[in-house]
Every structure is written in structure tokens, then in C-alpha cells.
């Protein structure tokens, strides 16, 4: 694994936590930016941080990427060699009501890192992207050159954004910069608004889930730990320019059928309650992987079934 000091931004949440549990087996400093905002309960990226925080190679850094002063004095002091930028407001319905604060956290806290960046020298920043930049796209599976004309919503549209961003510093700075689409990540310490994670602490409860559609829509579940694996793989990736990656399981899964899957993992029957389809949702997201295998050796491992097993016994170790 390439380089000694790593900064992950985001990095006590959910993809970025696991991520930074693996930097510091390997032996790595490792330097985790988080606000800990309040978009889900604070407590929980706390939890996350706290595992680390007795580890020699672990620094943790409150603050805000917005915060350009803050975010330009880290990067000159410490002079990371990677930056995973995983920290981002997320989620296509949260972004509806609150598009300023997307925009300002998504496009302009991108900006002052990757100017950041530049100005400390770092050797390659990898800029965690999203499925959403698809929008309704009519072509499946989904490549990493499809045209992204068909942004659904401000989140979709930040991530976009953010891509651009990264693109124009890696052509006019020669900054090496890789973006990873990840496709509806799941598993243990998932974020408490995301669907599985929610269908499956209601069910656990007696409670309803809702259930917008027909249930016919798909998503592209990947576990953690493959989409983890495939930012590592990143990592250690010569890049030049500005490399566009899918990290997906390439097997879209309908609605219906994750709840059915759930109700096997957790052994409980889902009380259902229907409800119209919602702005900014899109019918289906299908990673191809081709791109990502034939150059990161990725490879994903983790079909739902088993994988929500594994989140299944998380979780219930938590009630």
C-alpha cells in the first residue's frame, strides 16, 4: 500500500470508519477529518472514532471541510500523501429540502480540499462519488462513460459537481485524481437513514415499513467490505489524469425482494405499508464493473444474502 499518511475526510461515518480500520491494520497514519454533524445521531460517528482513538497512528480532527482556512492549515502541517474524500452531505430526499447546504458542503468543501491539495503537494486524492450521478438512465448496466446529463436531484447534481472539480485539477494541475461511484453500500454501522438499516430496526420492532412503488425498483447492493476493498485497490492504483471507477456488485435486487431477504436474515415478517414513488428516486442503478476489475483487480465477494446475514448479526448484537 502506497504512502504513510493518509487523510480521510468523513471518516468517522460509515464507509469511512471501516476504511480507516484498515489503513491502521496496514499500518498506516492515518489523519480522520469529521464535523460530526447532526444529519444522523452524532453519538454513532462517535462510537465509530472512538474505537481508533487509542491507536499511536490515529489522528482525530474536528472540522468542517467547508472551513477553507482549517482545511488549507491540516493539509500544509500535515502533508498527507493520499486524501480520501469520503465526507459529504448525502441522500437524494434530505437534498430537496436543504440544496444550499449540499451545494456549499458538496461542491465547495470539494473545492477547498482539492485546492488544498494542490498547494501541499499530495500525491493522489481520491474523491468518493455516488451511483446518483446516473440520474435516470435508460442504459443498463451503468458505465463509467455514459453521459451524465439526467441529475434527479441537488445531490446527484453536487456529486457531478464534485467530479468536474476533480477533473479540471487533475488537467490543469497534473493532480492524480481517482473518483469512485459507489452503488448503495451496506453492512454493519450503516447510517441509520438508509434503507436497509431502516427496514430492518422497524422490523425488529414490530414496526411498519414503507414501502414507496411497487416494489419493483432496483438497487445494487455491494457490502462494505468489497466497496472498502476497492478504494484500497484505488489506493495503490498509478494514477494519471483523472480515472472515473464503479464500485457496485453488478446485481441489481428488487425491493421486494430485499425485504423478503431481510425477513430471512432477521427472522421476523415485515409489516408492510405502500406508498407513491418519491421525487428524486430512479427506477434501477447497475454498476458494469469491468473497468474497476480489469484495472483495481476488484472483485466483489458479497451476495445480498449473505451479506445481510453478517449485518443481520450486527445489528442484533445492538437490541
Known amino acids: 500500500m502506497s504512502g504513510d499518511t493518509y ?6 461515518g460509515f464507509i469511512g470508519s471501516h476504511l480507516v480500520d ?5 499500518g498506516r497514519r492515518v489523519i480522520c477529518l469529521d464535523d460530526f454533524n447532526d444529519f444522523y445521531d452524532p453519538a454513532l460517528k462517535r462510537e465509530h472514532a472512538a474505537v481508533h482513538r487509542g491507536h499511536g497512528g490515529y489522528r482525530l480532527v474536528e472540522g468542517d471541510i467547508r472551513d477553507r482556512a482549517l482545511v488549507e492549515r491540516l493539509l500544509r502541517r500535515e502533508r498527507p500523501e493520499v486524501i480520501v474524500h469520503l465526507a459529504a452531505r448525502a441522500g437524494v430526499r434530505p437534498s430537496l429540502k436543504e440544496p444550499r447546504l449540499y451545494a456549499e458542503t458538496n461542491v465547495t468543501g470539494t473545492l477547498n480540499l482539492l485546492e488544498a491539495a494542490r498547494q501541499a503537494g499530495t500525491g493522489k486524492f481520491i474523491f468518493g462519488s455516488s451511483s446518483s450521478v446516473y440520474g435516470v438512465n435508460r442504459k443498463v448496466p451503468f ?3 455514459d453521459p451524465l446529463l ?3 436531484s441537488p445531490y446527484a447534481a453536487t456529486k457531478i459537481a464534485g467530479e468536474a472539480l476533480c477533473g479540471s485539477y487533475a488537467a490543469v494541475y497534473g493532480l492524480p485524481v481517482i473518483t469512485l461511484r459507489f452503488f448503495t453500500v451496506y453492512g454493519p454501522r450503516q447510517r441509520p437513514d438508509l ?3 431502516h427496514f430492518a430496526e ?3 420492532q414490530g414496526r411498519e415499513i414503507t414501502l414507496f412503488g411497487d416494489g419493483g425498483s432496483a438497487r445494487d447492493y455491494t457490502y462494505i467490505d468489497d466497496i472498502v ?3 484500497l485497490a484505488a489506493v495503490d492504483y498509478p494514477a494519471r489524469g483523472h480515472e472515473i471507477f464503479n464500485l457496485g456488485n453488478a446485481s441489481p435486487v428488487e425491493l421486494r425482494e430485499l425485504v423478503r431477504l431481510l425477513e430471512e436474515a432477521l427472522g421476523v415478517r415485515a409489516k408492510i405499508r405502500r406508498a407513491p414513488d418519491q421525487p428524486g428516486d430512479v427506477p434501477v442503478t447497475y454498476a458494469a464493473i469491468e473497468k474497476a476489475g480489469r484495472l483495481l483487480g476488484y472483485r466483489p465477494e458479497t451476495p445480498l444474502a449473505e451479506g445481510l446475514q453478517k449485518f443481520a448479526r450486527w445489528l442484533a448484537a445492538r437490541f
Do not use: C, S
Open 7 to 12: 487523510l480521510v475526510t468523513g471518516g468517522a
Open 150 to 152: 439526467h441529475p434527479v
Open 202 to 204: 422497524a422490523m425488529l
Open 143 to 145: 458505465a463509467e462513460d
Open 229 to 231: 476493498g476497492g478504494i
Open 195 to 197: 434503507a436497509i438499516r
Open 22 to 26: 484498515r489503513l491502521l491494520e496496514a
